[in-house]
Nanobody, 124 residues
């Protein structure tokens, strides 16, 4: 059974940093594009960042560009999201997702597998 397990969430002050990790099991990780999405209560899940199977092509939401960096280690079956200069509006549950045929990495519809999420809270 495929599992994606996120970690690294927490409570930090505005301006701080966090690094999220998502480790996959029971899938051929190197064949999957990986993405990060976030959700706050009452709002739809929104795209944050994505990376191709090769790690060459990252995509970012405009709201996080130049602050967040997505990367992956295919040897460790893990995708990372380094978040810097965090803002209160970055608060939410962060989910990682994986898909092997992702035509639009910014759309959740293309991803096959999802983690349970990790809470990120940024205090002002």
């Amino acid at each position: 059974q495929v599992q994606l397990v996120e970690s690294g969430g927490g409570l930090v002050q505005a301006g701080g940093s966090l690094r999220l990790s998502c480790t996959a099991s029971e899938l051929t990780f190197k064949n999957y594009a990986m993405g990060w999405f976030r959700q706050t209560p009452g709002l739809e899940r929104e795209f944050v960042a994505a990376i191709s199977w090769s790690g060459i092509t990252p995509h970012y939401a405009n709201s996080v560009k130049d602050r967040f960096t997505i990367s992956r280690s295919n040897n460790k079956n893990t995708v990372y999201l380094q978040m810097t200069r965090l803002k209160p509006e970055d608060t939410g549950v962060y989910y990682c997702a994986g898909g092997d045929s992702v035509a639009d990495p910014t759309s959740s519809e293309w991803y096959d597998y999802w983690g349970q999420g990790t809470q990120v809270t940024i205090s002002s």
